[in-house]
């Protein structure tokens, strides 16, 4: 038996998310269907992390236990020959068995796309939030080094979440522009249900002076959610590093 971590990469614009669901297309569901072409059984899918709907990721990683003695050169090929184009994997090896994709990450990176020209742009539509309003990114990534460190992010999380413990760290936080396009990057022990959206949902309602300066602290200390910005949209936010 071997256990083979396989990284993948994909465009979220078309899926429900990563996790299989009764009555909707998820990339899990599209990968183990390649997955069962390739080695004959429908082997279990492990995977690092849920994405929502229409979140995509530049680095998501997996694991599948198989008997079967084929080239990890020849298990990419073989993949993606039967993969859709808005999937891709990029890499296999093999790993340990006591390894695993979520519960032996270190941390996760994401990123979030803002495209902030005046005039929308067709081709950006699925892969950034459009945002007219201008922003002030010398403010923005001062105020969101307050994220930093280790808080109950309850007031940042979605309400349909069921999680207990909602203490996580973060580790860093930027806020960058190029040209029309502003990044925020954010890395973390972990995150919990709609937390980067909410956090830059929040970001931009500083941006728009909703929420006054020097008030993100006292805000995610009060963990109250409604204090919070929206949620951002999913289009723009990326899964962008796994760290182990």
């Known amino acids: 038996m071997r256990r083979l971590l396989i990284t993948i990469r994909y465009d ?19 990968f183990q269907n390649a997955v069962e072409k390739v080695f004959n059984e429908r082997l279990d899918v492990k995977g690092c992390s849920r994405t929502d709907s229409a979140v995509h990721a530049n ?8 008997d079967m003695k084929i ?8 993949l ?12 296999c090896e093999e790993t340990d068995f006591d390894f695993h994709p979520r519960y032996s ?30 922003i002030d990114v010398n ?5 969101a080094q307050a994220f930093v460190g280790t808080y109950d992010f309850c007031g940042f999380c979605s ?12 580790k860093s936080i930027s806020v960058t522009k190029d040209g029309d396009m502003v990044y925020i990057k954010v890395e973390a022990d972990g995150f919990l249900y709609n937390m980067v959206r909410i ?23 009060s963990k109250e959610r409604k204090r919070a910005g929206k949620t951002a949209q999913p289009q723009g936010l990326y899964l962008n590093r796994i760290n182990y």
């Not at 956090?199 to 200390?221: A, P, Q, R, S």
Request: charge should be negative; aromatic fraction near 12%.
């Open 12 to 30: 979220g614009s078309a899926y429900h998310g990563w996790q299989v669901q009764n009555n909707a297309l998820t990339v899990q569901e599209v």
């Open 159 to 170: 309400v349909k979440s069921d999680v207990e413990d909602t203490v996580r760290t973060v």
């Open 71 to 78: 080239e990890n050169e020849n298990v990419v090929l073989a």
């Open 80 to 91: 993606n020959t039967y993969l859709p184009k808005d999937i891709a994997v990029v890499s």
């Open 199 to 221: 956090m830059v949902g929040t970001l931009l309602f500083i941006n728009e002076g909703k929420i006054k300066e020097g008030e993100l602290t006292d805000i995610i200390n």
């Open 105 to 134: 990450c270190k941390s996760k990176e994401y990123v979030y796309k803002i495209y902030n020209g005046k005039i929308r742009d067709p081709f950006l539509e699925k892969y950034a939030f459009h945002y007219r309003y201008p």
């Open 139 to 143: 403010l923005l990534n001062k105020e």
């Open 59 to 66: 680095m998501y990683c997996l694991t599948i236990d198989t």
